[in-house]
């Protein structure tokens, strides 16, 4: 199975890119934050709990995402591999999400990172905001806090992949098709 690390900031385009490559390889995708959207929208305990995070645009325990993706591993064994997008977020998942691979003699194979200039996330997270009603799309404060968080906590972990010899830096500003052109190089080559 093909295991992508779909990486960066918060308004990158991973959620956009993830569903064009999952139509295009047949790879499933799967999103921590819409898991947790989900939870809150069907005001489930967890999702209670993960309230505050999301909405302040703080991250979530590394315990409960940890748990989100070894959920989705156990109940979707099947296919040909996965997006991740948007986990893991700190070194330690990072860590803990080798290990889980390892104990289903998986790991991952490629981290992309799609790179685009803070004042470019800024705005796209705006405009997306005006259409997706999420709380965290909405004031400019929340934003540059989840770019701040992603620039303290979450950047990090590229040098985690890297160190491995997994990571791939993709230049994602330009079209939607651009970069997914882009993208899809850097897959076709793994493709097994
Ligand atoms: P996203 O949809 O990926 O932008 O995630 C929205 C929010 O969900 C983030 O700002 C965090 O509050 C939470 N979240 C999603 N994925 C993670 C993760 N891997 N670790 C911690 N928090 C997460």
Do not use: W
Request: net charge negative; glycine share 8%.
């Amino acid at each position: 199975m093909l295991n992508i690390v779909l990486f960066g900031a918060p308004g990158c385009g991973k959620g956009t890119q993830s569903e064009l490559l999952e139509q295009k390889y047949g790879l499933r995708h799967v999103s921590t934050g819409d898991v947790i959207r989900k939870q809150i929208a069907a005001g489930t305990p967890l999702g209670l709990e993960m309230k505050d995070y999301i909405n302040r645009g703080e991250l979530a325990p590394d315990s409960i995402v940890v748990d989100m993706i070894k959920e989705f591993l156990a109940t979707q064994q099947e296919g040909k591999g996965t997006i991740f997008d948007g986990f893991p977020r700190t070194t330690s998942q990072a860590v803990e999400f080798d290990r889980i691979l390892g104990e289903i003699n998986e790991q991952v194979d490629v981290m992309i990172y799609m790179a685009v200039p803070e004042e470019e996330l800024v705005s796209r997270i705006l405009k997306r905001g005006i259409v997706s009603g999420r709380a965290d799309d909405q004031s400019e404060d929340i934003i540059r806090n989840r770019i701040s968080i992603y620039n303290r906590q979450t950047a990090i972990v590229a040098d985690y992949y890297r160190a491995q010899g997994k990571y791939v830096e993709v230049p994602s500003t330009g079209t939607i098709d651009d970069v997914f052109a882009r993208i899809s190089a850097v897959v076709d080559k793994r493709i097994r």
